[in-house]
Structures are given as structure tokens and as C-alpha cells.
């Protein structure tokens, strides 16, 4: 079965930054998408930023536009979010999720109802 494991999160003062990893295992075929996803108490589930496999297409909330930077290493079966200039805001938790949908949907993708797969979760606080 599929399981995604996410790393990572914690305590940063804002302007810090972060590197969240993915573990990805138990399939056969890699997933034609990964991507980030973040829920703050009360909140939805928004799409943070996610990579189509093939050609390695990425997509990114407002949000976070220029402050983070989503890639993949396919041989470590590994997804990563770098997160820079940490704001208070950006506090929340942190979730993995993998989708088998091929076609590059582009921003639609964004929402969380685009995938089918997800981790645990990690936690990332960001304090002013």
C-alpha cells in the first residue's frame, strides 16, 4: 500500500527556514504527481506547491511564490519542500500527498480533492 512519510517540520523564528522531505513507498509505478499541502487549525487543506513527475512541471500557491521551491529525487523516491523567509502565517501542518491522475490538470491541482493519496503530516510553527 502506498505510505508517505513525512520530515521535517518544527519551531522557527520568521525569516527562517525549513526543508520538509516526503518518503514515498509501496507502489510499482511512481505517481504522476506529488505535492505539499497545508492546513492551519479551522482552516481547508490548500495547495502549497506541487510537481508534475514528467517533465518535472511545477506549480505553486500565491502564498508561496518565491519564498518556496518544491523538488523531487526519483531515485530516492523522495519529495522536498524548501522553505524560505518563513512568516507567521505559513504555520501549519504539513502534508505529503501523491496522485496517479495523468494529465497535467495545472493549477487544479492545487486543490486537495486532486489527490487521492496522503502522509501523516508534519508540523511547522513559525513564531513573530
Known amino acids: 500500500q502506498v505510505q508517505l512519510v513525512e520530515s521535517g517540520g518544527g519551531s522557527v523564528q520568521a525569516g527562517g527556514s525549513l526543508r520538509l522531505s516526503c518518503a514515498a513507498s509501496g507502489y510499482t509505478y511512481s505517481p504522476y504527481w506529488m505535492g505539499w499541502f497545508r492546513q492551519a487549525p479551522g482552516k481547508e487543506r490548500e495547495g502549497v506547491a506541487v510537481i508534475y513527475r514528467s517533465p518535472g512541471t511545477t506549480y505553486y500557491g500565491d502564498s508561496v511564490k518565491g519564498r518556496f521551491t518544491i523538488s523531487q529525487d526519483n531515485a530516492k523516491a523522495t519529495l522536498y519542500l524548501q522553505m524560505n523567509s518563513l512568516e507567521p502565517e505559513d504555520s501549519a501542518m504539513y502534508y505529503c500527498?501523491?496522485?496517479?491522475?495523468?494529465?497535467?490538470?495545472?493549477?487544479?491541482?492545487?486543490?486537495?480533492?486532486?489527490?487521492?493519496?496522503w502522509g501523516q503530516g508534519t508540523q511547522v510553527t513559525v513564531s513573530s
Open positions: 500527498g501523491a496522485d496517479w491522475t495523468p494529465v497535467d490538470g495545472g493549477t487544479d491541482m492545487l486543490y486537495a480533492n486532486s489527490f487521492h493519496y
